[in-house]
């Protein structure tokens, strides 16, 4: 598998890891808060989550655990809402 990096509105704000990894409440907007997903963004996430096990693989020698478990918190919170919009970390 080919591991390409694409900004589904997953990326997290610099300073995260001060600020405890998604205990804090803090919410993210992201710029099309509120906007149905595209067909093609709920596909790409499907296919982000169906690949979960080898993606992980792929980023561990790059990420903490901790990291990646937002990326997937993250994908399955938009795919479950079918809307792009803040994350609460």
């Known amino acids: 598998?080919?591991?390409?990096?694409?900004?589904h509105g997953l990326a997290l704000p610099?300073?995260?890891?001060?600020?405890?990894?998604?205990?804090?409440?803090k919410r993210f907007?992201?710029?099309?808060e509120g906007k149905p997903l595209s067909k093609t963004s709920q596909q790409d996430l499907t296919q982000l989550i169906?690949?979960?096990a080898s993606i992980r693989q792929l980023l561990a020698a790059w990420?903490?655990?901790r990291a990646i478990?937002?990326?997937?918190?993250?994908?399955?919170?938009?795919?479950?809402?079918g809307t792009y919009g803040s994350v609460i970390l």
Request: hydrophobic share 40%; net charge negative; proline share 7%.
């Open 1 to 7: 598998m080919d591991l390409i990096l694409i900004d």
């Open 14 to 25: 610099n300073g995260i890891a001060d600020q405890g990894w998604g205990d804090n409440g």
């Open 29 to 32: 907007p992201g710029p099309l």
């Open 50 to 52: 169906s690949s979960e």
């Open 63 to 65: 990420l903490e655990p």
């Open 69 to 81: 478990d937002l990326v997937f918190r993250r994908a399955r919170d938009i795919v479950q809402r």
